[in-house]
Each structure stands twice: as structure tokens, then as C-alpha cells.
């Protein structure tokens, strides 16, 4: 397999880069195949329809990454060529004065064969050289670095020229097939348009219909303790002590619990009996244990999870919907900067982190593949334990797309999943003609299509 010196991947994230801010990022450098990237987005129609039209972006990425594909294949011997003599630039510089002296000829011939004098002087050096006042080792760096900058700019010259020599016949075919690519792209994203629900679970995703900051997220157990008897009287009161009998202590103590921030304090004194209190009491009674649901923040824009059973039950309408489904939301977590990663399962899975752009060769074959095989769900459940314990998508919305046809998890795997939901992952399904009363201690929440 050949290994570019520059992974095409760096390409789709200058594209998704360059449409989202209208720059280059600061990692970009001296780069034709990036300059070009730029003088298509910069054509007024290509600028203006991939701002409107995520179908007519994708188009012109996938068109333009085949393309750069190919060049980066016939820069593959440029490379190659440019490597060899930086390696014997490298040799040269860090070589003793001696080994220079004889290394010399054979540095006079790359450079002489290669360079102009206006890129290299190499008579000037030659010159220094000769005359005593200079000294060697300042000559030979000076002209090191001249070397250095001509091999830079004869790589990207050569580069450049090449790509001149092939753009034209790839800006033919665009005018030639460049729509019915778009077309195609379009029929294939057309499933979503036709099935509002669609639309409804990207909503959900991306959290647009949560108006509230808070949301229930699990049961608290909290131990709440029993006032002050009216009981005791004056006469029944000794003096002060320290423990934590809930019954004896002092109001003072009790107001703690009035305010969030000494509450704390109250349960620390509880706990190591340091809490004061009457030292004439009556009988303790235990505190009382009650339920009460707690309150966590959710994520405003959190992570996504996407798992696809891919198996052959869904081949044909499911397939085609649950492909589209999957680009609309990979297109959404983009523009909301969110992780998105994706599980395809069937007997075996695979896994994708949608949103990276080194991955988007593996996002159209993943769209390109035929759905085929039997389902096993059990896998899939431990690829989601596995994200799901990473910082990347702890707390993420999980969308599970299938008909559904297989078994309820293992016990241990479905305990685990109800302690991530515990923790505030939220579980979604889209069953495509299928049983939609799967587990629903598993679903929070689950659309239908028939």
C-alpha cells in the first residue's frame, strides 16, 4: 500500500475547516494540492451552494478528495526523490570538516544538476571557500541552508506544474458529471426528507427541543434526621455534649441544614459525632430513609453514538434509511462540534469515529456496503460499554437503528448499561419494521417505522 507523505485525511479536515471558518486552520503550510482545495471553495457558486446545501458540499469533497487521491499516488516518486537528497543534505551538515571536504564533489553535482545559481551560488561558495579569510564550517552551513530552501521550492514547483498538467481533465469531468454525482448523493439523503421522524430523532440528538438545564437523572437515597423531641423539657436538660443522636442536638446545629452550603458541614459532624447535643435525651430512634430524585446537569451538546445493525434483515428500505439517517446526523454533529461514533453490527462489529476527518474514505465505504448476515446484539451492547467508558463520550446520546430482531442483553451487560444511564446516557431507538417493544429498561425512547 502506498503511504503518501501528506495521509489525504488532512485534506477532508482543510475542506470541513476551510467551508466552517473561511480560512485555512493554523496547521496548514505550503501545500499545492491545498491552494487548489482553496481556488474551488473560492468559486462564487461552489462557495455559495456548499453554504446551503450539505448534499452539494459532500458532493464536492468526495470529488475533490478522489482527485487529490490520485495526485497524492504520482507525487508518491517526487517524494521519494526529495527524501533521498534531504537525507544527503542531513549526512552533509552534520558531518566533521573533513568528511565535508570529501563529500564536496558529490554535493557540487546534486546541487549544479539540480539548481540554478539563483537558487544556489554555487561559484560564490566556491569562491569562499578558496579565500583563507573565510571560515569553512560558516561557509558550508550558509549554503546548507540555500540548498535546503531551493530543495523546498523545486518539491512544491514540481508539484505544482504536475497538478496544472491534471486539473484540467478533473474540472471536465465535474462540469460533465459533477451534478449527476450530486444527484446521486442527494437520492441516497433523500430517505430522511421523506420520513419526518427522521428529523424529529436529529432534534432529539441534538438536544434543540431540552429547554431546561436540569433533568432527572436517578434515584438519591438520603437519610433525613428526626427534629428535637418537643418532649424534653428545661428540667430534663444536663448540660452539652458531642455525638449524633438526631433527637438531642442543639437547634443550632439543625439550622445548618437550612442552607446548601453548611449542609455539607451538618453530615461530616453527623457522621464522626461531633454534633452537639443535649446530654439528657431520650430513647434514639433511627433516621429515616427516603426517596428522592436527584437533579444533574446534562449536557447541553454532548457526545453521540451511533449504533447501525447492518445485518440482512435490514437490507434494501431499512438500509437506505438508516444510511441517510447517518449522514444527517454526522452532517449535524459536525456544525455542532460534537463526537460522533459509529457502531455497524451484525454477526461482528466495527467501529467509526464519524466525526474525525482522517475517516471519511471509511464513512463512504461504510454508506457503499451491502447489509448482509445474522445480528448480534451482545457485541454491539460491549462496543457501547467500551465508548461509553471513555472521556471522550461518557454521558452520550446513544441511537440504536434496527428492527430489533434480536435478544435482550446479558445480565451483567444489561447492569451495566442501566449504571451509564444512571450516570446520564440517554438510549434511543429507531425500529424499522420490527418489534419496537425491545427492553424497555434499555430505551428511553422509541420511534417506529413500519
Not at 452539494?56 to 537528497?85: A, H, N
Not at 420520513?195 to 438519591?220: A, F, M, N, W
Request: net charge negative; with cysteine; proline share 4%.
Amino acid at each position: 500500500m502506498l503511504r503518501f507523505k501528506v495521509p489525504l485525511g488532512r485534506y477532508a479536515g482543510y475542506f470541513d475547516y476551510y467551508v466552517e471558518n473561511g480560512v485555512m486552520p493554523e496547521s496548514y503550510s505550503l501545500d499545492p494540492l491545498a491552494d487548489y482545495l482553496q481556488e474551488v471553495l473560492n468559486e462564487p457558486s461552489n462557495k455559495y451552494l456548499c453554504m446551503i446545501d450539505t448534499n452539494w458540499r459532500e458532493s464536492i469533497k468526495r470529488s475533490l478528495l478522489d482527485f487529490f487521491e490520485q495526485m497524492l499516488k504520482q507525487y508518491v516518486p517526487i517524494d521519494t526523490e526529495y527524501d533521498k537528497e534531504m537525507e544527503l543534505l542531513q549526512k552533509f551538515e552534520e558531518a566533521d570538516i573533513d568528511t565535508k571536504r570529501q563529500m564536496w564533489p558529490e554535493v557540487v553535482r546534486n546541487i549544479a544538476t539540480k539548481y540554478s545559481d539563483e537558487d544556489v551560488n554555487l561559484n560564490g561558495y566556491k569562491f569562499m571557500l578558496q579565500d583563507p579569510t573565510f571560515d569553512n564550517e560558516l561557509v558550508f552551513k550558509m549554503m546548507c541552508g540555500d540548498w535546503r530552501t531551493a530543495a523546498e521550492k523545486g518539491l512544491q514547483r514540481t508539484k505544482k506544474k504536475l497538478l496544472g498538467i491534471n486539473k484540467g481533465s478533473f474540472e471536465k469531468r465535474m462540469r460533465d458529471y459533477g451534478s449527476e454525482d450530486y444527484l446521486t448523493l442527494k437520492d441516497k439523503m433523500s430517505a430522511f426528507y421523506r420520513y419526518p421522524k427522521l428529523k424529529e430523532i436529529v432534534h432529539k440528538l441534538g438536544r434543540e427541543q431540552e429547554t431546561s438545564t436540569k433533568e432527572e437523572d436517578s434515584i438519591k437515597y438520603r437519610y433525613l434526621p428526626f427534629l428535637l423531641s418537643h418532649g424534653v423539657s428545661h428540667e430534663d436538660i444536663e448540660g452539652i455534649e458531642l455525638g449524633n443522636d438526631l433527637q438531642s442536638v442543639i437547634p443550632a446545629e439543625i439550622a445548618l441544614l437550612a442552607d446548601n452550603e453548611t449542609e455539607t458541614l451538618f453530615y461530616q459532624r453527623y457522621a464522626s459525632k461531633q454534633l452537639q447535643q443535649f446530654s439528657s435525651r431520650p430513647l434514639s430512634k433511627k433516621p429515616v430513609k427516603t426517596v428522592e430524585k436527584e437533579l444533574r446537569p446534562r449536557l447541553e451538546l454532548g457526545p453521540i453514538i451511533l449504533c447501525v445493525d447492518t445485518s440482512g434483515s435490514m437490507s434494501g428500505r431499512p438500509e437506505a434509511i438508516a444510511k441517510s439517517l447517518v449522514m444527517q446526523v454526522l452532517q449535524m454533529a459536525k456544525k455542532q462540534h460534537r463526537r460522533c461514533f459509529l457502531i455497524s453490527y451484525s454477526v461482528r462489529t466495527r467501529t467509526l469515529e464519524l466525526t474525525s476527518s482522517e475517516n471519511w474514505r471509511a464513512v463512504d465505504q461504510f454508506l457503499a456496503m451491502q447489509f448482509t448476515g445474522g445480528t448480534d446484539g451482545e457485541l454491539m451492547f460491549r462496543d457501547v460499554m467500551r465508548a461509553l467508558g471513555t472521556e471522550n463520550f461518557e454521558m452520550a446520546d446513544v441511537l440504536l437503528v434496527s428492527d430489533f430482531c434480536f435478544s435482550n442483553p446479558m445480565s451483567i451487560t444489561l447492569d451495566k448499561i442501566k449504571a451509564e444511564k444512571r450516570k446520564g446516557t440517554r438510549f434511543y431507538g429507531l425500529c424499522i419494521s420490527g418489534n419496537p417493544c425491545y427492553c424497555s429498561e434499555i430505551i428511553d425512547h422509541m420511534w417506529e417505522l413500519k
